[in-house]
Structure formats: C-alpha cells, structure tokens
Antibody, heavy 124, light 107 residues
Framework: QVQLQESGPGLVKPSQALSLTCTVS??????????WSWLRQPAGKGLEWIGR???????NYNASLKSRVTISLDTSKNQFSLKLNSVTAADTAVYYC????????????????WGQGTLVTVSS | DIQMTQSPSSLSASVGDRVTITCRAS??????LNWYRQKPGKAPELLIY???SLQSGVPSRFRGSGSETDFTLTISSLQPEDFATYYC?????????FGPGTKVDIK
C-alpha cells in the first residue's frame, strides 16, 4: 500500500517561499504508473490543484500559480517537493501531496490518492 | 479550465437513506470523472474513478454513473461514516478541477 506523508514548516512569513516535501513509502516514485501532485484547501473551502510531475521530468502547473510554483522529484530519497514563492495570506491552506493514476486517451488508471495533509499558515 | 458544478450543495439524511449527488461539467469530459469523500479534518479519499469504477476497498453501497457532462454518485444505504463532504473532479484536462462539494449531514 503506497502511503504519502507531507512535511515542512507550518508557518511562513509573507513574501517568503513555502517549501514542502512528500515522502512516499510502500512504492517507488520512479514508477511510470503515477503522476506526483500537490493540491491545497483553504479552511472551509474547496480543493485546488496546484500541479504535478511525472518521472520523465515533465511538469504541469495551474496557470493561476505557475509563475510561483516549482515541483521536483528526488528519486534517491523517494520524495517529491513543492516550492511556492512570494506567498501571501491567500496561500494559507492545508497542502496535500497525492499520487494520480496515469491517464491514457480513453481512461485513467485511478484518481488521486492523498497524503494526510499539512496546514501552512502565512503570517508575520 | 473546465468548470465543475454539484447539486445539491448540502443535504440532510438519515442512516439507511438512499442519497444521490449530481455533478456537471462545463464541457464533455467523456468518463474522466472521479468522486471523493472527505470526512471532517481528514484528507479526501477516492471512491469512484472513471465515472463508474469502484476504487478497491470502497464499499459497494457507492455507485457512480454518467458520461459526457452529467454524472451521479449514489449511496444506496447511508452509513454513519458517510456523513461527510463529497467532491467530484475531472481528469479529462489540465488543470484538474473540482466541484464545490456536497455536504451530507445528519437529519
């Protein structure tokens, strides 16, 4: 059973960078079967997809955040990471890492399987 | 971006009730539709993918149906652990987008 666990600072100052790491256990991040994704959820609100990375090195980002986001993989540690620059209070949210099943032309092998989430507060 | 809507936004039901939640996409997404349940304070969990495929380990009381733009999640007999918020999500195109959620609470 593949499990994901987020880690990183719970408090970030405005204008600084938010950095989170997701540790994958029970499976390899080098698989071709999954995308490795980040999503977030402000308190009491809905879910927002931030972006994803594939083992090939290909990345996709939400255009609303693209200029500030970087997702990277570390296969030696079986981890992937999120960096969000120039944060504001609007970036305060629970951040989730997730694996998404690979999608072909007619179907996807699965939806998102989520880590437990970590709350990041942007405040001075 | 593909916009996802859900109805109702909330509903009240009792244990044992049959519950139906509807999701609509702003354009055709074939069957690239997933459903999640989110219990309070917890991460979402995948229930249905590909519009109608039951995720391994998910009880058979959950059923997904639909295609193109209109989809339905049916819970045949509501259990105490099903009082939660349900989200649909399209996996047809990027960015992935979610519906606003349907909160199911106790009548």
């Amino acid at each position: 059973q593949v499990q994901l666990q987020e880690s990183g600072p719970g408090l970030v100052k405005p204008s600084q960078a938010l950095s989170l790491t997701c540790t994958v256990s029970g499976g390899s991040i080098s698989t071709t079967s999954n995308y490795w994704s980040w999503l977030r959820q402000p308190a009491g609100k809905g879910l927002e997809w931030i972006g994803r990375m594939y083992i090939s090195g290909s990345t996709n980002y939400n255009a609303s955040l693209k200029s500030r986001v970087t997702i990277s993989l570390d296969t030696s540690k079986n981890q992937f990471s999120l960096k969000l620059n120039s944060v504001t209070a609007a970036d305060t949210a629970v951040y989730y890492c997730a694996r998404e099943g690979f999608c072909g032309r007619t179907s996807c092998s699965s939806g998102h399987h989520w880590g437990q989430g970590t709350l990041v507060t942007v405040s001075s | 971006d593909i916009q996802m809507t859900q109805s109702p936004s909330s509903l009240s039901a009792s244990v044992g009730d049959r519950v139906t939640i509807t999701c609509r996409a702003s354009q055709s997404i074939n069957n690239f539709l997933n459903w999640y349940r989110q219990k309070p304070g917890k991460a979402p969990e995948l229930l249905i993918y590909g519009a109608s495929s039951l995720q391994s380990g998910v009880p058979s009381r959950f059923r997904g149906s639909g295609s193109e733009t209109d989809f339905t999640l049916t819970i045949s007999s509501l259990q105490p652990e099903d009082f939660a918020t349900y989200y649909c999500q399209q996996s047809y195109s990027l960015p992935r987008t979610f519906g606003p959620g349907t909160k199911v609470d106790i009548k």
